[in-house]
């Protein structure tokens, strides 16, 4: 299963909607997620999240929490995610003082995947409100209503209602057999990654297109390829900050590479013998890197390259 794609809570998409049911989750029972600048609280020592207890963060103002769900083990313990941005350091006293706020993706790969779901979810609702304190429409100050999950115009003439928005993006991994007889696969890289490292193509879906519309005009764009056979295989949460990656295998009709500069510093061709000399991000010194293990890039690759498909 695809990182952050496990999360298990149920989220009551009804009963948040009741100020009475939430107020009553807001208990000794619960358990809060911090987020500060998008980063996710950690213990400093362990480096492990910290989930606080209702006491832990009794101080703050806990009026601003986003119910994450309930634990389908036992219904009464509920989890919030707090944003403490706007906060400095002297507020983080006390039990807070023994946590960090770290990125995500840099301890995601040893947290079970539920877990890790959950703090990306955290993260993901935390930014959104911070996007959108004010209205689209009339540019009022907003509120959160529904748990966090609705931000309400307080404007008697617009009364407008902003929900939580998802980015659809495509990414795929481009297959071709040459003449030789070897399959490849097309992957590039753009210069502010780390040196070496390659990864599949992806851009997001215009108005107005398909999924497969969008993956044959993305690398085109991109890599100057025109493919057929778009298939899709799996899809990824990815709120880093706001997105779903959307995954396929497309067949390359051409092979000659012209690459947008403005999108790509760089793409190839390479042949499942050659993804198997490549290193991991992250690894010092020059040679190839694929990305990193959380990613749906490097399942797309993983993907080809083991199934063979």
Same mark, same amino acid.
């Given at each position: 299963?695809?990182?952050?794609?496990?999360?298990?809570?149920?989220?009551?998409?009804?009963?948040?909607?009741?100020?009475?049911?939430?107020?009553?989750?807001?208990?000794?029972?619960?358990?809060?997620?911090?987020?500060?600048?998008?980063?996710?609280?950690?213990?400093?020592?362990?480096?492990?999240? &910290?989930?606080?207890?209702?006491? #832990?963060? $009794?101080?703050?103002? @806990?009026? %601003?929490?986003? +119910?994450?769900?309930?634990? =389908?083990?036992?219904?009464?313990?509920?989890?919030?995610?707090?944003?403490?941005?706007?906060?400095?350091?002297?507020?983080?006293?006390?039990?807070?003082?023994?946590?960090?706020?770290?990125?995500?993706?840099?301890?995601?790969?040893?947290?079970?995947?539920?877990?890790?779901?959950?703090?990306?979810?955290?993260?993901?609702?935390?930014?959104?409100?911070?996007?959108?304190?004010?209205?689209?429409?009339?540019?009022?100050?907003?509120?959160?209503?529904?748990?966090?999950?609705?931000?309400?115009?307080?404007?008697?003439?617009?009364?407008? &209602?902003?929900?939580?928005?998802? #980015?659809? $993006?495509?990414?795929? @991994?481009? %297959?071709?057999? +040459?003449?030789?007889?070897? =399959?490849?696969?097309?992957?590039?890289?753009?210069?502010?990654?780390?040196?070496?490292?390659?990864?599949?193509?992806?851009?997001?879906?215009?108005?107005?297109?398909?999924?497969?519309?969008?993956?044959?005009?993305?690398?085109?764009?991109?890599?100057?390829?025109?493919?057929?056979?778009?298939?899709?295989?799996?899809?990824?949460?990815?709120?880093?900050?706001?997105?779903?990656?959307?995954?396929?295998?497309?067949?390359?009709?051409?092979?000659?590479?012209?690459?947008?500069?403005?999108?790509?510093?760089?793409?190839?061709?390479?042949?499942?013998?050659?993804?198997?000399?490549?290193?991991?991000?992250?690894?010092?010194?020059?040679?190839?890197?694929?990305?990193?293990?959380?990613?749906?890039?490097?399942?797309?690759?993983?993907?080809?390259?083991?199934?063979?498909?």
């Amino acid at each position: 299963m695809l990182k952050y794609s496990a999360m298990m809570l149920n989220r009551a998409s009804a009963d948040r909607k009741d100020p009475k049911w939430l107020a009553a989750r807001i208990n000794h029972a619960s358990r809060w997620l911090l987020t500060h600048s998008d980063g996710n609280f950690f213990c400093k020592t362990s480096q492990l999240p &910290l989930l606080l207890s209702h006491d #832990d963060v $009794a101080h703050l103002d @806990l009026s %601003q929490g986003i +119910f994450l769900g309930l634990d =389908e083990a036992k219904e009464e313990c509920a989890y919030f995610a707090l944003d403490v941005t706007h906060l400095d350091s002297s507020a983080l006293s006390g039990a807070l003082a023994a946590g960090e706020f770290i990125d995500l993706r840099k301890a995601a790969l040893v947290l079970d995947n539920p877990l890790a779901s959950m703090l990306a979810l955290a993260r993901g609702l935390c930014f959104w409100h911070r996007s959108h304190r004010f209205c689209g429409r009339c540019g009022t100050e907003n509120i959160a209503i529904e748990a966090g999950h609705a931000r309400a115009c307080p404007n008697g003439d617009c009364g407008h &209602l902003t929900f939580p928005r998802t #980015d659809p $993006a495509v990414i795929m @991994l481009v %297959q071709r057999r +040459f003449a030789d007889g070897v =399959e490849r696969c097309l992957l590039g890289r753009q210069a502010m990654w780390p040196e070496g490292v390659f990864s599949t193509l992806a851009g997001f879906v215009d108005p107005g297109e398909t999924l497969e519309q969008a993956v044959g005009r993305e690398v085109l764009e991109e890599a100057g390829i025109s493919v057929t056979h778009v298939r899709y295989i799996a899809s990824q949460p990815w709120p880093f900050p706001a997105s779903i990656m959307l995954g396929f295998i497309a067949d390359a009709s051409t092979e000659n590479i012209m690459i947008d500069k403005e999108e790509l510093d760089e793409a190839r061709w390479f042949s499942r013998a050659e993804l198997a000399e490549f290193g991991e991000w992250g690894d010092e010194g020059p040679g190839l890197k694929l990305t990193r293990h959380d990613s749906i890039s490097r399942y797309l690759i993983e993907y080809w390259r083991d199934l063979k498909c």
